[in-house]
């Protein structure tokens, strides 16, 4: 299919080749698909070009056609008139421009062909274009979605380590050591408690010892005043 089966093929080819060396993949894939826009531009001015050919051939197929029919005609008129070297003549000069047909008719032929084989190559490569422009779309969702998954990894690889364990430990153990010491010095506080402490402790009954000698005495001597 010529130069652009070939260009086609080697953007198939390539894509995956350019995408594992690149570094970043998005601007890769967006100068791939530039490098692909300027090829179909360039396919295009091909395909303009072979029209412009096809075009050309079939004017001066049909001018030719004009002519040999123009001359026939003139060749009837000058033999109707009497002329028959002038017709000779006409008829000589039809026959050249019904070679010149016939030979046009061949390379428009050709032509034609060529143009309609590189308009379909065109348009096979804008479909190529079309389906590359869509993968580029997902590849570059894919690669965004890498990147995050990366970037959460990077920051996980840091979260929980041993460093922070062992701090977390530390910080257990140390808390524990204050808890032990605060427990140890109250045990030694109500150990160290002096005899005033514990007079005056003797003394804060509320009354309530006052309070019973006092029923005490009253019941002894409710029992004396019975006897």
Known sequence: MGIFKRLRDLTSASINDLLDKAEDP???????????????????????????????????????????????????????????????????????????FDEMSKQHEIALTNADQLRRQLGEMKDEFTKMKNKKDLLIARAESAKAQKSINQAMSGFGTDNAAKGFDRMSEKVLQMEAEAQASNELRSSNRSLDDELDNLKSNNGVDDELAAMKAKLAEKKQQQL
């Open 26 to 100: 998005v601007k890769m894939l967006n100068q791939f698909l530039r490098d692909m826009e300027e090829d179909i531009m360039e396919a295009e001015s091909a395909v303009a070009k072979q029209i412009a050919v096809e075009k050309r051939f079939k004017q001066q197929m049909e001018e030719a056609q004009e002519m040999t029919q123009k001359r026939q005609e003139q060749a009837m008129k000058a033999l109707e008139q009497g002329n028959e070297d002038l017709a000779r003549r006409a008829l000589e000069d039809k026959k050249e421009h019904q070679t010149k």
